[in-house]
C-alpha cells in the first residue's frame, strides 16, 4: 500500500463513495481527502448528477405526505409551547430574516409573515381557541366578542418578523373588524402614533390611527379584498401611505 | 407570491431560506415523487421510505444552505440525501440480518435480475440510451450499488468479481453513462470536466 498515491487511492473510490457503497473508515478517508481537493469534489458531484438521472421519476410522491410534512413545519418545538419567549431562540437565519427597509419591503415583510404564520400557525391556531373561549374574562367588548364567536369571521395573528409581538385580528364578513390584545404593541414616545393598513394587492389602505399605546381598537376593513392587515408606527396624525416597515403583519384567510 | 413554478433552484432555496412554505411546497412538488421512488427502491419499504422522505424535505427547511446551487442540481442534492439515509438505515444491524438472508435465498435460487435493484427502462430514450450502452458488469455493478444499496465489497460478493474490480466498474460506469448523456445532449451539470 505504501507504493500506492494516496490520492489515486481516494480517486478509485469517488464512484462507489458518491453511491454510498463505501464502509466507514473509506468514507472518513474519501471525505477528509475532498475538503482538500476541488477536482475529486467535482468528481463526486458528476457521479451524483448521474446517479440523480437514474434516479428520477414522473411519479408523485405519496398522497398525503406533503400535508404530514407542512404539518411538522406547524409543530417546531417552542412554538406550540404558547410561550413567546420560547419561540425567539427558534428564530434563526437572522441574515435572511432581519430587518426590512422601506416602503417597498412592506410587501416583503408580508410575505415573511406568511411563512412565519405557517411556521407558527399551530401556536396562532391555540391561541385563536383560547381567545374565543376566553373573550367574555379578556374584558374586549361586546361587539368584538360576538365577532370572534362568528364561524364565518376572519382571524389571523398579526406577528412582527421575530414572533416578539403577536396581537389577533378579526374580520366579520361585513367588514366590520376588531383588533385584540393591541396592548401587546409597545408604547410609542410622544408624537408617534400606530397605524392599522389593509394590504389589498399592491395597495395598502389606512384602515384608522390607533395612537401610542392602543388596546381594543374597532376598525372597518371594506370588502373581501383585503388580504393582509399590517400596523406601522407613523409621526404625528398618521400618514396616507406607511413610511416605515410594518412592525406586525397578518394574512387573512382566503374568504 | 412570486412565479415558484419557474423559479430556479437557487432562488428556490433562497425562498425556502425566507421561510417561505411555498417555496418548500414547490421544491416538494418538483423532487418528493424521485426522492421517495429512491427511497422505497433501496428499502422496499414504503413507511420507512415516506420517513425519509419528511427528513429530507424538512432539513431543507431548517437548514437550506446545505444546498450549493453552484455544486450540483437540488434534486442531486436531495436523492442524495435520501439515498444516504436509506443505505444508513440498511446497514442498521436488524435489517442488515434480513437483507443477507434475503441475498442468500436469492443466489441459491439464482434469481435472474428481474427484481427492484435493475434499473428502469421505462425512463426518457436519452437516458434510457445511454444505459443501454453500458457494458452489463458496469451496470450491474451500479445497479446493486446504487438501487440495492450494497457496499462495492458486497456488490463483489454477490458478482463473484475482485474488489477492485467492482471498485473501478462503478466509477468508469457513472463516467461513461455521464458522457453518453452529454452525448445525447442531455446537460449535465456539476463541476466541469476534468
Known sequence: MSDVDPHDEVQELLGAYALDAVDGDERERVEDHLRECARCRAEVAQHREVAAQLASTGADAPEGLWRRIAAELELEPGAASGDLAAILPLAPRPASRGPLVGIAAA???????????GWQGHHDADQIRRLR???????????????????????TVLSSTDGRVRLTAV????????????????????????????????????????????????????GSGVGALAITAEHGGGAVQPTGTPLVTGTLPAV | MGPLRDASDA????????????ALAEAFRRHAGSVYALAQR????????????????????????????????MRAFLLAQAHGRAVDRLRSDASRRRREERDAVRS????????VEVMDLTIAGQLKDAVLALPADERRAIELAYFGGHTYREVAVLLAAPEGTVKSRIRSGLKRLRAGLADAGLEMVGGSDT
Open chain 2, 11 to 22: 432562488a428556490l432555496a433562497v425562498a425556502i431560506g425566507r421561510w417561505r412554505e411555498d
Open chain 1, 171 to 222: 374580520v366579520e364578513p361585513d367588514g366590520s373588524g376588531y383588533l385584540l390584545h393591541a396592548g401587546a404593541l409597545p408604547a410609542l414616545p410622544a408624537g408617534e402614533t400606530y397605524q392599522l393598513w389593509a394590504v389589498s394587492g399592491a395597495a395598502r389602505i389606512s384602515l384608522g390611527v390607533l395612537g401610542g399605546r392602543p388596546e381594543t381598537v374597532a376598525f372597518h376593513a371594506g
Open chain 2, 108 to 115: 441459491v435460487q439464482e434469481t435472474p435480475d428481474v427484481e
Open chain 1, 107 to 117: 410587501a416583503a415583510a408580508v410575505v415573511v409573515a406568511v411563512g412565519v404564520l
Open chain 1, 133 to 155: 373561549g376566553s373573550v367574555a374574562a379578556s374584558g374586549v367588548g361586546p361587539a368584538a366578542s360576538a365577532a370572534l364567536a362568528d364561524p364565518a369571521a376572519r382571524v
Open chain 2, 42 to 73: 433501496v428499502l422496499r419499504d414504503r413507511a420507512t421510505a415516506e420517513e425519509i422522505v419528511q427528513e429530507v424535505f424538512l432539513r431543507l427547511w431548517h437548514a437550506p444552505d446545505r444546498f450549493d446551487p453552484e455544486r450540483g442540481t
